[in-house]
């Protein structure tokens, strides 16, 4: 359990997070979060030195990994919650997060919701569901 809180859970919402600090475009919302919070200055002094690695990135890494990343920190962190058995009481709870991002990709492929769809995101959201069943799930 301690290594699927820490690996599962916490590392892989962490790195999701780190990505999107170290790599995304500083016009996203959390920018102006960290600076109401003045921490702007020192993400900025990260973001100089790991900017220039962008260039040599895929944009699978920067753009769809975080929220594969994050689904996966979710389902881990649900099945943490109930000892990873999955039934029908809990089953809901599991698989909110990953269908509503599927559904969220599926809408913007309709224009019904804005956004851009990315068959990479959907991919990343399915492995991020789908991996922390297959890791964690009792024999």
């Known amino acids: 359990m301690i290594r699927q809180t820490i690996l599962g859970h916490v590392t892989t919402l962490l790195l999701g997070g780190l990505i999107y600090i170290l790599f ?6 959390m920018f102006g979060w960290f ?3 003045n921490l702007l200055g020192i993400i900025s002094e990260l973001r100089e030195l790991t900017i220039p690695m962008k260039k040599y990135l ?3 890494f920067i ?14 962190g649900l099945m ?5 058995h999955i ?3 809990n089953f809901f709870w599991i698989i909110l997060i990953p269908f509503l991002s599927l559904s ?6 309709y224009n019904l919701i804005p956004g851009t769809f990315d068959l990479m995101d959907m991919t990343f959201y ?3 569901a789908v991996l922390p069943i297959i890791i964690f799930k009792p024999k």
């Open 24 to 29: 995304r475009q500083e016009t996203l919302q």
């Open 35 to 37: 600076d109401s919070i």
């Open 58 to 60: 895929p944009e699978w």
């Open 63 to 76: 753009y769809s990994l975080p929220d594969g990343l994050w689904v996966f920190s979710y389902v881990s």
């Open 80 to 84: 943490l919650v109930w000892d990873n």
């Open 87 to 89: 039934n029908k009481s």
């Open 104 to 109: 969220s990709e599926s809408f913007q492929f």
């Open 126 to 128: 399915l492995i991020g």
